[in-house]
């Protein structure tokens, strides 16, 4: 773990995503979400985001990849599993890690209105990769902006390891 050079550390991931629980929070007061947390990336700041919430929801899971083994996405987005409840007339919270081409949001964001009339949909992420977006998706939430470098912790793999820092960094 010595390669890896911390881009975030974890006091500063979870001072961060205090702040945004704050914030969805106050957008939700009164009401029921579903958080819906997209595998397997976004494990961890689902956890933590949720448990700082103070509303009542439903935690649902998701799984999608875009990424076959390497560090560029691949371009096409494989549903592996996108069982949903009923969504309909449900405020729904999408929870992601990363948005970097945007083609995965796209995809889970249009599947959710192709398929529910939901009371309301939410994008938040972790990062956000502005540089390398191929469409024009925005995440209504998001925790820290990030330039074009492959990050890797608090969820975030490579090849599949390194999920389970607690800081998010980079090899140089
Ligand atoms: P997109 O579809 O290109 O926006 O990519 C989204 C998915 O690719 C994210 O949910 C991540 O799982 C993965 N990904 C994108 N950038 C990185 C990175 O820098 N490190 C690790 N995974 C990444
Ligand atoms: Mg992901």
């Known amino acids: ?28 007061k009164g009401e029921e979400i579903y958080a819906v947390c997209v595998l397997k990336g976004a494990v961890m700041f689902a956890v933590d985001l949720v448990k700082n919430l103070h509303i009542p929801l439903k935690l649902e899971f998701i799984r999608l990849s875009s990424y076959n083994g390497g560090t560029k996405s691949s371009g096409r987005v494989n549903a592996v599993d996108i069982s949903l409840p009923d969504l309909n007339d449900k405020n729904v919270l999408i929870i992601e890690d990363i948005v970097d081409t945007g083609l995965t949001a796209k995809f889970l964001l249009d599947f959710i209105k192709t398929n529910f009339h939901t009371k309301s949909t939410k994008f938040c992420s972790l990062l956000d990769k502005k540089i390398t977006r191929k469409t024009d998706i925005e995440p209504d939430y998001y925790g820290f902006d990030i330039d074009d470098k492959f990050v890797v912790g608090y969820g975030l793999d490579d090849d599949g390891y390194y999920r389970n820092l607690k800081f998010i960094g980079y090899k140089e």
């Not at 010595?2 to 006091?11: A, C, G, M, P």
């Open 1 to 28: 773990m010595n390669d890896i050079k911390v881009l975030f550390t974890e006091e500063q991931i979870q001072k961060r995503v205090k702040e945004i629980a704050d914030e969805l929070n106050e957008l939700y």
